[in-house]
């Protein structure tokens, strides 16, 4: 996944401009307990990481889950923003879009 910067957008309210935060209340939406330490590194990675990087991590530490947060995280900051979501199969690739369906604008 390879993203620029956003600048802050100001219809999101300062405190979601961090996907820490957003992924806390994403948790809380989904009815998750809140995010363990590990899922909170991999969230700061992927918010303040190089430009390609790679996450590797046990099963069940919510990998998918994080990633595809970030995704919905980074279209609300910027909804004319495009990514990529690259996978071994064509299942995976295509199941984190079918399940975050429509980002609000």
Do not use: C
């Not at 956003?6 to 996907?19: C, I, K, M, T």
């Not at 009815?31 to 590194?41: A, I, K, M, N």
């Not at 046990?58 to 990633?67: A, E, L, P, W």
């Amino acid at each position: 996944m390879i993203l620029k910067k956003n600048a802050p957008n100001p219809r999101v309210p300062e405190g979601l401009q961090d996907f820490r935060n957003f992924l806390h209340v994403t948790w809380q939406h989904l009815g998750l307990p809140s995010p363990t330490p590990v899922q909170y590194d991999i969230a700061r990675y992927l918010q303040t990481g190089p430009r390609r990087l790679v996450i590797e991590a046990f099963r069940g530490v919510g990998k998918s889950y994080i990633t595809s947060a970030f995704v919905v995280h980074q279209l609300l900051l910027d909804p004319a923003k495009t990514i990529l979501v690259v996978s071994a199969s064509k299942q995976r690739g295509e199941s984190p879009a079918r399940s975050q369906g429509p980002v609000p604008t």
